[in-house]
């Protein structure tokens, strides 16, 4: 009974084929939470895939009906051995964004696993399936090995976090006692690199809105009003270009966030981020000036345009546009005084004469609205969960303020009150919205030894301790 045995069992059922045979189980469920009529293999998911799985553990396991309409239910299994032990609570979720089946590769197949040398593809491998299906395994491991976990355990699965994790907080703030714990721990989201183990405290923030400009009810002929009407996708582009600067730079000052800190800039300075070999270049004079991309990414603000449309560009027509409408996203840290987003954005508009530009919500399926939120870079949980990740693999921990996405952190680090500890997965090249969603196998098999070392220690009562709830 030792922590290496635990680790070497680990690595074996991952040699053996195993992971990836349960991982093709899950996938194989199209729990896609961003369509309407996906409820059934939403609770599917968790009836056949996850409840039996912790039930086997010995969890008691108890699914919640999401209070929103139409939405997904969450699921909580618990393990309790002892009043004195510390509670950590998991946390992962079984939804997927769509399929795209169409837009896959040729033999590939989101809802079958399809191995490609390092690359494992299908939707949710990365995103979150393959995530907490690692995270599972090493409980299941270290339990196999000790006969107990030495610690008390809960872990929630939620079905609607593609879909901006509707009802979750309603869920929770109903059932405080049930979720209540002395630190959360879980894993989402890339690495900064796939080679390197990371941790991130905390995530950024993510405000969704349309920007419209309609003129006036249909087209007219180009040649015989072109110069007499305003054209609505020109006046949108003015618009946006007093927003941003040409290479990326915010320029509604309400939007930036407070100036980085030294603790901050000391923990970022030796990290790089590397999305593998088939990431995109960076941009080296993209975004805000005077800071690294690391900064960027992981302590700064991005505004992003995701779709500009007007006219009909499928089938451009010679006609001056009725409507021009762009959707678009930031990005904020905590710090980001997320109440006054929009008011900003309005006043900013109006400022510079762009009165007629309505702000308006985008389609539910659109619209991912997170608040930002962070642990303490000096938390204690943060040196130790690093130090446990260390032991195991003999690599220097990145430890990152905040992961460069958005998930709904607030509800572990602000509504349950819990330090905050994300240890991903994947890596930043996995096409996790996007067709050929794939995790690295190499990745994956560390992850397991990382996190069956990061459970069998959090049994060996040597953590930071008991929360005082």
Request: hydrophobic fraction near 40%; glycine fraction near 10%.
């Amino acid at each position: 009974m030792s922590r290496e045995a635990a680790i070497e069992g680990i690595a074996a059922y991952f040699d053996s084929g195993d992971y990836v045979a349960e991982l093709s189980e899950r996938v194989a469920i199209p729990s896609e939470s961003q369509k309407d009529d996906s409820q059934a293999d939403l609770r599917r998911y968790l009836d056949e895939a996850i409840q039996p799985a912790f039930e086997a553990m010995e969890f008691s396991c108890e699914i919640f009906d999401n209070p929103v309409d139409g939405k997904g239910p969450v699921l909580l299994a618990s393990r309790h051995e002892d009043d004195g032990l510390p509670t950590v609570l998991g946390y992962g979720h079984g939804d997927v964004v769509r399929g795209l089946e169409d837009q896959w590769l040729d033999g590939l197949n989101p809802w079958v696993t399809t191995q490609d040398g390092d690359k494992l593809y299908g939707r949710g491998t990365a995103d979150n399936k393959g995530q907490h299906t690692i995270n599972m395994a090493a409980i299941r491991q270290v339990l196999s090995v000790r006969g107990r976990l030495g610690f008390n355990c809960k872990f929630m699965v939620e079905m609607g976090e593609e879909a901006g994790s509707p009802g979750i907080f309603d869920v929770v703030e109903a059932n405080l006692e049930k979720f209540a714990a002395d630190v959360f721990i879980a894993s989402d989201g890339p690495r900064v690199s796939p080679e390197r183990p990371t941790i991130f405290l905390g995530a950024r923030g993510c405000r969704n809105f349309d920007l419209v400009l309609k003129c006036r009810d249909g087209g007219h002929h180009s040649g015989n009003w072109g110069g007499l009407l305003t054209n609505p996708g020109i006046v949108l582009s003015h618009a946006l270009k007093s927003i941003i600067s040409p290479t990326g730079q915010i320029l509604i000052k309400e939007w930036l966030p407070p100036p980085l800190s030294d603790a901050v800039r000391e923990a970022l300075a030796d990290i790089e981020i590397s999305g593998g070999d088939d990431a995109p270049e960076i941009d080296p004079v993209w975004g805000e000036p005077g800071l690294s991309p690391v900064e960027q990414v992981y302590a700064w603000n991005s505004f992003e345009v995701l779709t500009f449309r007007t006219g009909n560009p499928r089938q451009p027509v010679n006609a001056v546009p009725a409507e021009a409408r762009a959707h678009c996203q930031l990005r904020f840290v905590a710090g980001t005084d997320r109440d006054n987003i929009l008011p900003a954005l309005r006043k900013h508009l109006d400022e510079h004469g762009f009165e007629a530009i309505a702000i308006k919500p985008p389609p539910p399926e659109n619209a991912p609205d997170f608040n930002a939120s962070a642990t303490p870079p000096d938390d204690p949980w943060a040196a130790w969960t690093s130090e446990a990740m260390a032991r195991t693999t003999g690599k220097k921990t990145a430890v990152i303020p905040s992961l460069g996405g958005s998930i709904c952190n607030d509800l572990f680090n602000v509504t349950l009150g819990l330090p905050s500890i994300w240890i991903p997965h994947s890596y930043s090249a996995c096409s996790q919205h996007a067709p050929n969603e794939h995790i690295l196998l190499s990745e994956a098999r560390e992850a397991l030894t990382i996190m069956a070392g990061v459970y069998w220690d959090l049994g060996d009562g040597n953590t930071p301790g008991k929360k005082v709830h």
